[in-house]
């Protein structure tokens, strides 16, 4: 399995980026896909993930800016990320648990597969 997350760059307070996840080994469209971010000297944290079932769960940090997305025919999730601020800074890494249930999707020991992260920057 692998997840290749890219997209990430340099953006301005109040702009909109969308990152992508590219899967192999595994179908997005079955178990669990998430996005997590870690800012410098923070935890790894949640922000989004789409449950197989078709819902959709985010942090509070990010309801209402932030929507997970999939495209199954290119077996990728994407993020679209709307009115950055500096707080949201981080490297976003993309992860997949196959038999992951509602209750723990937020937790990253729940997830078996990572992506490498790719790098979001928002100035201000």
């Known amino acids: 399995v692998q997840l290749q997350a890219s997209g990430g760059g340099l953006v301005q307070t109040g702009d909109s980026l969308r990152i992508s996840c590219a899967a192999s080994g595994l179908t997005v469209r079955s178990g669990v896909m998430g996005w997590f971010r870690q800012a410098p000297g923070k935890e790894r944290e949640f922000v989004a993930a789409s449950h197989w079932s078709g819902n959709a769960y985010y942090a509070d940090s990010v309801k209402g800016r932030f929507t997970i997305s999939r495209d199954n025919a290119k077996n990728t999730v994407y993020l679209q990320m709307n009115s950055l601020n500096p707080e949201d800074t981080a490297v976003y890494y993309c992860?997949?648990?196959?038999?992951?249930?509602?209750?723990?999707?937020?937790?990253?020991?729940?997830?078996?597969?990572w992506g490498q992260g790719t790098l979001v920057t928002v100035s201000s």
């Open positions: 992860a997949a648990g196959p038999r992951i249930i509602a209750s723990t999707l937020r937790l990253a020991k729940s997830y078996d597969y």
